[in-house]
Nanobody
Framework: VQLQASGGGLVQAGESLTLSCVAS????????????MGWYRQAPGKQYELVAS???????NYADSVQDRFSVSRDIPKKMVVLQMSSLKPEDTAVYYC?????????????WGQGTLVTVSS
């Protein structure tokens, strides 16, 4: 399983940015399902926090700090999750990590992308 994230960069406060992440799953036999995909972030000196996620059924979960500014969506056939970020603030500066909960057979595990840096200048 590999998660490839893209879209980070440097923007000014108030601007928008979109992050994308695509999952590649290769298994020997049987099937798999991606139950949930989303994004976490880690700001300098702070712990990881959930930013937003979406289940395969379309249920979403957002951090309070990004509610109404960020929007998460998924393209199920493409195994992709997209995070649209608007009205960015300096406190959104962090490394953003794509996360996927993938069930292979009877076992579900979390997988992580390599992280993409988002820097918001004031």
């Amino acid at each position: 399983v590999q998660l490839q994230a893209s879209g980070g960069g440097l923007v000014q406060a108030g601007e928008s940015l979109t992050l994308s992440c695509v999952a590649s799953v290769t298994i020997r036999a049987g099937g798999f399902s991606i139950d949930r995909m989303g994004w976490y972030r880690q700001a300098p000196g702070k712990q990881y926090e959930l930013v937003a996620s979406m289940t395969s059924g379309g249920n979403t979960n957002y951090a309070d700090s990004v509610q109404d500014r960020f929007s998460v969506s998924r393209d199920i056939p493409k195994k992709m999750v997209v995070l649209q970020m608007s009205s960015l603030k300096p406190e959104d500066t962090a490394v953003y990590y794509c996360n996927a909960e993938i069930r292979i057979g009877a076992r579900a595990s979390h997988y992580w992308g390599q992280g993409t840096l988002v820097t918001v200048s004031s």
